[in-house]
C-alpha cells in the first residue's frame, strides 16, 4: 500500500528520487558513478513501478550483470514489496532471461527444448577437436591457432551479433595456391567457427553466447514469446555487448527502458562491450532522459579521493562529480612487500590485526582480496589456510567445473538429452570401463553412420539389436545402459533431481570409484554431498525463484531446471550458500563489480600486473582499478612486492604508475610502524561507516592483545622479518599512535 511506498522513497536523496519518480512511459538513463545507488535506484524503481503505477510484477524484467547481483536485488526487493511479488518479477542475467524462454519457445528458433547448455571446458575440447582434422592444412599453410583464442574469437562474433554465416560470407573462400596468409587464416577460421556452430547443432546444445544470440533471434522474430514484458530496466549497462544491446531493444517493448550505468567503470571492452550503446540508446530511444546522481554512499572521503585521483588521470574521461558522505576515514595503506609469499601472508595477519582492532565489529565476510587475475591467488589461498582464516573463491574454481560434479552431471544431461556427446564420452568411463579413445571413436562414427546418438548405439548393442562393435563392448557397457535406463525411468516416474543423483551414486558406486582414483577423493565426496544440496534448493525456489510464466511450467522438468541451474551458475558466480557469507572472499576485479566490502585488499598493483602486461587497453585497465578501488566501504589496501616469481622466472617490480602518479612524491611507501595502530577515533568512524555498533573498549583491547600474542610467539613473518616482529612488539606496547598521511594530490 501507499504507506510502504512512503517507507522506501524516503531513503532516498532528491536525484535518486526524481530517477525513481521519472514517468516510466519515458525512456531513462541514470548515469553516475559507483556507490552512487544506482543498483538501489533500480530496485526501487521496479518497487516504484509495482506500487505506485501497478504494474504487474510479471511484467517487469530486470537484468543484472551477474547472478550474484541478481540475488542481492531480489534480497533489496524482497525489503520492499514482499517475497511473492518479488518472485513474480522476470529477474536474472541477459543468458538466465534467454534460456527461460528458449525452452518454451525452442521450435521458432530451430532446436529443440531439451538442449543442453554448453560450458566452457566442453566447448574448448570440441574447438581442438576441430582443429586436430585441420592440422595438416595448418601446417602446411604455416598457420597456428590456439584453442582458447579460437574460442574468445568465436564468442566475440557471437557478442558482435555475427552468426557463422556472416562471417563466411565476409571471407571468401581462398584457392588452394593462395599464399596470402591472412586471407587463409580469416577463411579458416570462419569454417572452424561453422564447423563449430555444426558441432553443437548435432549435441542439440547451445554455448552461453548462443543463448543470447539464439534468444535474440527469438524475441525479435518471434514477439509472442515477449508479450509479457512492459518494462525492462538493465544495470550496469556500460558492459553490454552488441547483442545484449539488441536484446534489450528486443525485450523492451515500446519505450518503457530504464537503463543504469557508469563509462568509468567499463570493464569488458576485451569482450566485446560496447560503451556507445549509451549513446546508441539515445538515438533509438528519442528523447531518451538522463539523470546523474552525485553522491556516494559508499565509501569514505579518502578512499573516494583515491579512486577519483586515479581514474582521473585518463584524460579522454569526461569528468564527473562524486561527493563523499563520509568522513575521510584511515587513509587508504600503499605497501611493499619483499615477494609474493611475504604478500600473501602480510595480508592474512592483516585480515587477523584489523579484526582484533574491531574487537567484533567486523567478520571474516567482511574482507575482499580482489586481483587482477585468477592466478594470483594461490599464494594467498595458502597463506589464508595457514591461518586458519575461512576463504571462499568467486567465480575462481567454480564449483561446477570440479571432475566428480561434471561426473555425475554428464550422466544426468545423458538422460535428458541423449545427443550431447561430451557428457556420453565422459559418463561411459564413470567409473573407468575401459573404453578407449579408438572405441569411443568408432562408437561415434558407427552411430553417425545410422543417424542415431552414441547412447542409442550402445543400447542397441546390448539389446542385441545391433551386432557388437568389438566383442567386448556389449560386456564392458551393459551396467552403464543399466545406470542410464534407470535413471531414465526414475525421471519419468517424477523423481526429483536430489533423489536421482542419490540414486546414481549407488548405481554406479561412485564413492569407491572416487576412492580409487582421486587422492583427494574425501573433498570429492563432500562436493558431491553439495550438489545434492543445491539440487534440492533448486527443487525448493522452483516456483517461487525460477519465475516460470504460468502454464509454461509444463517445459520444465524438474531435472531440466536443476541442469539449467547448474549450468547458470558455473557462468561467473556460486551458488548462495549461507556459510559463504562469513568467508574471506578472493575474487578477480572483474568478478567483484557492483559489490561492497568494509575492506578491500589489492595485492600486486604493480607494473606488469596493473596495468596487465598483456592489455591492449590502458584505459580499461586503469578503469579496473578504479572498480576495485570503489568496492571498498572502509578499508582499502594496494599491495606490491620487490620481487614476483613471473613463470617461473624471479622479476623485479614496482607499484603500479596508476598508483604512484596520483600519490606525493616525497612520501615513501607505509611501513609496518604506521600500520600497527588503530586509534580510537578511526575505528568509530569505521564503525559510523559501516553503521554498525562500536565494540566495548575492554573487548577490543583483549582481542588486540591476543593477536599480538599469538602473533609474536608464532613468528608468522619468518626470520626474514625479524624486523617486523619487532615493530609488532612495539605496537603492542604503544597501541595509540596515528597513521602517517598519505596524502593524494
Ligand atoms: P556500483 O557502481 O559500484 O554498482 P551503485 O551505484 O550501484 O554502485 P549501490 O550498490 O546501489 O551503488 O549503493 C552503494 C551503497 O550505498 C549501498 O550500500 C547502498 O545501500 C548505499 N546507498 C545508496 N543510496 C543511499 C542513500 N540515499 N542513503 C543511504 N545509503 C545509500
Ligand atoms: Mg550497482
Redesign the pocket.
Known amino acids: 500500500g501507499p504507506t510502504q511506498a512512503h517507507n522506501f522513497l524516503q531513503?532516498?536523496?532528491p536525484a535518486?528520487l526524481q530517477a525513481v519518480q521519472h514517468d516510466p512511459n519515458i525512456p531513462l538513463q541514470i548515469l553516475?558513478?559507483?556507490?552512487?545507488?544506482?543498483?538501489?535506484?533500480l530496485t526501487s524503481r521496479i518497487a516504484h513501478l509495482i506500487i505506485h503505477h501497478l504494474l504487474p510484477p510479471s511484467s517487469i524484467c530486470a537484468v543484472t550483470f551477474t547472478k550474484k547481483t541478481a540475488n542481492e536485488m531480489r534480497e533489496r526487493l524482497t525489503k520492499l514489496i514482499g517475497k511473492e511479488r518479488t518472485s513474480q518479477v522476470r529477474m536474472g542475467t541477459f543468458h538466465a532471461l534467454c534460456a527461460l524462454y528458449l525452452r518454451k519457445h525452442a521450435l521458432h528458433v530451430g532446436i529443440k527444448g531439451n538442449f543442453t547448455i554448453c560450458d566452457t571446458e566442453e566447448g574448448k575440447k570440441i574447438i581442438s577437436s576441430l582443429l586436430k582434422e585441420r592440422k595438416d592444412y595448418m601446417v602446411s599453410n604455416d598457420i597456428e591457432i590456439q584453442p582458447g583464442n579460437l574460442q574468445s574469437k568465436i564468442s566475440k562474433f557471437k557478442a558482435r551479433g555475427l552468426s557463422a554465416e556472416d562471417v563466411l560470407t565476409m571471407t571468401p573462400a581462398v584457392h588452394p595456391n593462395e599464399h596470402n596468409t591472412v586471407l587463409v587464416l580469416d577463411r579458416l577460421i570462419a569454417e572452424l567457427y561453422s564447423g563449430y556452430q555444426g558441432k553443437l547443432k548435432k549435441n542439440n546444445s547451445l554455448d552461453f553466447d548462443d543463448l543470447l544470440v539464439v534468444g535474440l533471434k527469438l524475441f525479435s522474430g518471434h514477439r509472442k514469446a515477449v508479450s509479457w514484458c512492459r518494462h525492462i530496466l538493465v544495470?550496469?549497462f556500460q558492459d553490454t555487448n552488441f547483442t545484449q544491446y539488441e536484446l534489450m531493444r528486443a525485450i523492451g517493448v515500446a519505450r518503457r527502458v530504464t537503463i543504469?550505468g557508469?563509462p568509468d567503470?567499463s570493464i569488458y571492452g576485451w569482450r566485446a562491450a560496447e560503451v556507445a550503446n549509451l549513446e546508441k540508446m539515445q538515438r533509438h530511444f528519442p528523447g531518451t532522459e538522463q539523470i546523474f546522481?552525485e553522491?556516494n554512499?559508499?565509501s569514505t572521503g579518502s578512499i573516494l579521493k583515491l579512486s577519483l585521483a586515479i581514474v582521473s588521470q585518463d584524460k579522454n574521461r569526461i569528468p564527473k562529480t562524486l561527493l563523499s558522505?563520509h568522513p575521510s576515514g584511515i587513509t587508504p595503506v600503499l605497501r611493499q612487500c619483499n615477494n609474493e609469499s611475504h604478500e600473501a601472508s602480510f595480508i592474512a595477519m592483516e585480515i587477523k590485526r584489523v579484526m582484533a582492532h574491531m574487537g567484533g565489529a567486523l567478520r571474516w565476510g567482511d574482507f575482499a582480496v580482489l586481483l587482477r587475475f585468477n592466478a594470483l591467488s594461490r599464494a594467498i589461498e595458502s597463506a589464508l589456510q595457514k591461518e586458519g582464516i575461512p576463504h571462499r573463491i568467486l567465480g575462481g574454481h567454480r564449483f561446477f567445473e570440479r571432475l566428480e560434479i561434471k561426473d555425475i552431471l554428464a550422466y544426468l544431461q545423458l538422460v535428458d538429452n541423449s545427443s550431447f556427446g561430451p557428457a556420453f564420452t565422459r559418463a561411459v568411463n564413470v567409473p573407468s570401463r575401459g573404453i578407449g579413445e579408438k572405441t569411443l571413436g568408432e562408437l561415434f562414427t558407427g552411430a553417425d553412420a545410422m543417424v542415431i546418438t552414441p547412447l542409442e548405439l550402445v543400447e542397441r548393442i546390448c539389446d542385441a539389436k545391433v551386432p557388437d562393435i568389438k566383442p567386448a563392448v556389449k560386456r564392458k557397457l551393459s551396467p552403464f545402459v543399466a545406470a542410464i535406463r534407470c535413471l531414465r525411468e526414475e525421471t519419468n516416474k517424477g523423481v526429483l533431481p536430489s533423489a536421482l543423483i542419490r540414486k546414481l551414486l549407488k548405481l554406479i558406486d561412485y564413492q569407491e570409484h572416487l576412492h580409487k582414483t582421486q587422492p583427494e577423493w574425501e573433498t570429492r565426496w563432500e562436493n558431491v554431498q553439495e550438489l545434492i544440496t543445491f539440487a534440492s534448493d533448486v527443487q525448493g525456489s522452483m516456483l517461487t525463484d525460477v519465475h516460470l510464466p504460468p502454464g509454461e511450467e509444463a517445459e520444465y522438468t524438474p531435472l531440466r531446471l536443476f541442469l539449467q541451474a547448474s549450468m547458470l551458475s558455473s557462468e561467473g558466480d556460486e551458488q548462495n550458500e549461507e556459510g559463504n557469507l562469513n568467508k574471506v572472499s578472493i575474487s578477480t576485479c572483474h568478478a567483484a563489480?557492483?559489490l561492497?566490502w568494509p575492506v578491500v585488499i589489492i595485492p600486486a598493483a604493480e607494473e606488469g600486473t596493473f596495468p596487465f602486461h598483456r592489455s591492449e587497453d590502458i584505459a580499461e585497465e586503469r578503469r579496473l582499478l578504479y572498480?576495485a578501488c570503489?568496492?571498498a566501504k572502509g578499508l582499502l589496501y594496494l599491495l606490491n612486492v620487490a620481487e614476483r616469481k613471473i613463470a617461473g622466472n624471479l622479476m623485479e617490480r614496482s607499484l603500479s604508475y596508476f598508483v604512484s602518479h596520483v600519490i606525493k612524491e616525497d612520501e615513501t611507501v607505509l611501513t609496518l610502524d604506521d600500520l600497527c595502530t588503530f586509534p580510537k577515533g578511526e575505528r568509530t568512524t569505521l564503525c559510523q561507516v559501516l553503521e554498525r555498533p562500536e565494540p566495548p573498549e575492554e573487548e577490543v583491547r583483549m582481542r588486540v592483545e591476543g593477536f599480538y600474542e599469538s602473533a609474536r610467539n608464532r613468528r608468522p613473518f619468518g626470520h626474514e622479518f625479524d624486523a617486523e616482529a619487532a615493530s609488532i612488539t612495539r605496537a603492542m606496547q604503544q597501541h595509540s599512535f596515528g597513521p602517517a598521511r598519505h596524502e593524494i594530490e
Open positions: 531513503s532516498l536523496n535518486q553516475a558513478g559507483p556507490g552512487s545507488g544506482k543498483t538501489k535506484v544495470d550496469e543504469v557508469d567503470q546522481l553522491q554512499y559508499r558522505s563489480k557492483g561492497e572498480v570503489t568496492r
